[in-house]
């Protein structure tokens, strides 16, 4: 068991897991899949629970924000219909194939409730071991946003940081609520360090195609909130008190 100052906790389900628009089986596999690949892009341990949920972790607060664009970009990306090939596996174009009508109307996507705060301890072998004031708000969060229209909340100690966020966090989620699956794609791999060329290379793409599907998804304005994010958490934690001096 370990203790820290500040980490970040991810709790989170799938949307529209009970209401039969995706066969079960597979719509599990796919969020595997997207938090193996967070594991594999940051330090990241989790757990996942009660089915469709997960809960976990990382060492580093100012990256989570990006982790959960991830996590989502990679869901939203894929196609609702079983049997298909991931994502990493696609024929060129990143196009699904098969999918009805009905089905293309649809998508994945995953509740996210980011807590910010203080682990009291933690173990990264067994998440659901760990406590804290990051675990704790993470969780009530999530609960209270099952109940409500929203995908991404973030939750820290520092009331006036989540006024800002409140409001950035309801923007962010129009914006993805407007993605294509091609367009989900784009930003999934412009997430993972890919530039423009880089990614159309991949899809077998004009470069300017690549750029306007990022403009439809509104990337530009992503990255803006990214770096404005990442300034605040620093700052927000740097300010923050330490442990008292015995």
């Known amino acids: 068991m370990h203790s820290n100052d500040h980490v970040s906790v991810l709790t989170g389900d799938?949307?529209?897991?009970?209401?039969?628009?995706?066969d079960p089986e597979r719509y599990l596999k796919d969020l595997e899949g997207a938090l193996m690949l967070i594991t594999r892009?940051?330090?990241?341990?989790?757990?996942?629970f009660r089915g469709d949920s997960?809960?976990?972790m990382l060492l580093n607060p100012s990256m989570s924000l990006r982790a959960a664009l991830l996590l989502r970009s990679?869901?939203?990306s894929l196609p609702l219909h079983p049997g298909n090939a991931d994502y990493m596996n696609r024929p060129k174009g990143g196009k699904s194939t098969g999918a009805s009508s009905a089905a293309a109307r649809?998508?994945?996507?995953?509740?996210?409730?980011?807590?910010?705060?203080?682990?009291?301890?933690?173990?990264?072998?067994?998440?659901g071991r760990?406590?804290?004031?990051?675990?704790?708000?993470?969780?009530l969060k999530l609960d209270e946003m099952k109940n409500g229209k929203r995908n991404l909340v973030i939750v820290t100690p520092w009331d006036d940081l989540n006024s800002e966020l409140d409001v950035e966090c309801a923007l962010l989620d129009a914006v993805i609520s407007k993605w294509t699956r091609e367009q989900?794609?784009?930003?999934?791999?412009s997430l993972q360090g890919m530039n423009q060329y880089q990614i159309?290379?991949?899809?077998?793409?004009?470069?300017?195609?690549?750029?306007?599907?990022?403009?439809?998804?509104?990337?530009?304005?992503?990255?803006?909130m990214l770096v404005r994010f990442d300034e605040k958490i620093d700052e927000s934690i740097g300010r923050s008190p330490g442990p008292p001096v015995r």
């Open 14 to 22: 799938l949307v529209g897991f009970t209401k039969g628009d995706c």
């Open 41 to 48: 892009t940051y330090s990241f341990s989790y757990q996942m």
């Open 54 to 56: 997960f809960q976990g």
């Open 74 to 76: 990679y869901l939203i």
């Open 106 to 127: 649809k998508r994945h996507d995953v509740r996210i409730s980011i807590g910010i705060g203080k682990a009291d301890f933690y173990d990264l072998n067994d998440i």
């Open 130 to 139: 760990s406590d804290g004031e990051a675990f704790r708000m993470s969780g």
């Open 184 to 189: 989900a794609l784009s930003v999934l791999y």
């Open 200 to 224: 159309a290379e991949r899809l077998g793409l004009y470069q300017g195609g690549i750029s306007q599907r990022l403009a439809k998804a509104g990337y530009w304005a992503i990255e803006k």
